[in-house]
């Protein structure tokens, strides 16, 4: 048995690595049907690496959709139970002419591993079950009880697990949830996120003529509804990035200075943020407020596609029938989502052209969550982290959301670590995703740490 996790960690490196690329490979895709056969290999690669690592009663969940993976260990009675969650669905890696390599089909260059799902989250999840199977292999068992609980439909919703964690509180009980789905400050830097934006997305649909029509012939008396859409969409916010949805701004509860304070004093580059991350000409949002509270401290609308008429190649002058965008808020703290696709309804209603009628279709819905730093086990995983890259961790918020981590809250009466590995420019959800290999490694360390430091009480 080897004496360390250090020592396991070094004997079994090539082999942590080649597995995470057979993850990799399965294009488990969550919004696309043709698919579904790679989820249930995904599920099925999370469930003998679970049995492998030395998890026990091992199941794979069906659901609705796509099927949640569960896994435990119980063999540490009087010490806290830490439950383990991340996700085995990616997003589709379009557009593939910008990859430098196929998207599933693992490629390490200069460090890092690039394909879909490396950071988002199939790498980050694997330190989870590589931590485990690491302590149980130099200890016969862990300091700690830990649950896994693995979805399929993270990047859709994660409607399937929020039915499920509703539904089996007791089976899920736990002291604290472990989350790795989020990213560090900057390379070299190790956080801890204690806030995320909530999330509503919802499709606005927009009809007006029967059929679609030629638009020689009925071109200026039928009301277009991709024009009508646009019209209406264009109305949301001002030039400064304001929304202009009435109500919406009511509940925005505003950091504390003294987590301001904290920003400002992060290495962060403006312009380096612009040319790296970003790459547009310029950066936008509201006026009098920073970068980082623009991103992490203030709720936002945006426009993520508009479907209708005709897009193909060559002419076609049609006035189409119908037409369709997908578009999205972030919420902050104190925001109610109900309340806000309230007043996006109200919205949308008041502001449709004449001759159009408009549908909206709520896909999801999640409220901000924020975590108290001060929590006896964020204490630990800061410490576990500032010890493994060598200086002290930041806290942070993230603009994302992870919608389970407020089911957590609901239905568990848990926080929840948001202890992320990833890197901000690893590209998710964009072609040529990566992972840096070097957090891979101490993020198995650091979980394995963190549950040895947190079972010591």
């Known amino acids: 048995m080897p004496a360390t996790a250090e020592d396991y960690l070094r004997q079994h490196q090539g082999r942590f690595l080649e597995e995470l690329k057979t993850f990799l490979r399965i294009p488990s895709v969550s919004t696309l049907p043709e698919h579904q056969p790679d989820i249930e290999r995904a599920a099925s690669f999370v469930a003998e690496s679970l049995r492998q690592a030395g998890l026990e009663n091992v199941e ?20 806290p139970t830490v439950l383990c969650y991340g996700h085995y669905d990616v997003q589709p890696p379009d557009p593939l002419e910008e990859w430098r390599s ?10 890092n591993l690039y394909a879909r799902g490396a950071a988002d989250d199939k790498g980050q999840m694997h330190i989870h079950i590589k931590a485990v199977e690491t302590l149980c292999a130099t200890r016969g068992g862990l300091p700690v009880n830990v649950k896994f609980l693995v979805e399929g439909e993270e990047e859709v919703g994660g409607a399937s697990i929020s039915k499920y964690v509703a539904e089996h509180p007791d089976k899920l009980q736990a002291d604290v949830a472990l989350v790795s789905d989020t990213a560090m400050y900057a390379e070299g830097i190790p956080a801890l996120c204690v806030g995320l934006r909530g999330l509503v997305y919802c499709e606005v649909e927009a009809r007006g003529p029967a059929r679609d029509l030629h ?5 200026g008396a039928a009301p277009n509804p991709l024009f009508g859409l646009i019209e209406l969409l264009a109305q949301a916010k001002d030039p400064d990035g304001v929304i202009r949805i009435p109500g919406f701004y009511d509940d925005v509860e505003p950091p504390a200075e003294v987590e301001k304070r904290s920003w400002e004093s992060l290495p962060f580059d403006e312009a380096e943020f612009l040319a790296k991350e970003v790459g547009a000409p310029c950066l936008i949002g509201e006026r009098g407020y920073s970068v980082l509270e623009r991103l992490w401290a203030r709720p936002t609308f945006e426009v993520h596609g508009v479907a209708g008429g005709f897009t193909g190649t060559g002419a076609k002058t049609v006035i189409p029938a119908r037409a369709t965008a997908k578009v999205s808020f972030r919420l902050v703290p104190q925001q109610d989502p109900d309340k806000l696709i309230a007043a996006f309804r109200e919205f949308v209603r008041s502001k449709t052209p004449d001759g159009i009628r408009t549908e909206v279709r709520v896909l999801s819905a999640a409220p901000a969550v924020r975590v108290n730093p001060d929590h006896p086990a964020i204490q630990v995983a800061a410490r ?7 200086r002290p961790t930041v806290f942070i918020r993230s603009g994302g959301s992870i919608p389970i981590v407020g089911e957590f809250a609901k239905h568990l009466g848990i926080p929840t670590i948001l202890m992320g590995f990833g890197l901000p420019d690893d590209g998710l959800h964009s072609p040529n995703e990566k992972f840096r290999l070097d957090n891979y490694y101490k993020g198995i360390l650091t979980v394995a740490r963190f549950l040895e430091q947190y079972g010591q009480g």
């Open 102 to 111: 196929a998207p599933f089909e693992p490629e390490v260059r200069e460090g």
């Open 60 to 79: 794979v969940i069906p659901t609705a959709r796509h099927p949640l993976v569960y896994a435990d260990w119980l063999h540490a009675p009087g010490r």
């Open 215 to 219: 638009s020689g012939l009925y071109g």
């Open 384 to 390: 576990c982290l500032s010890e493994a890259f060598g």
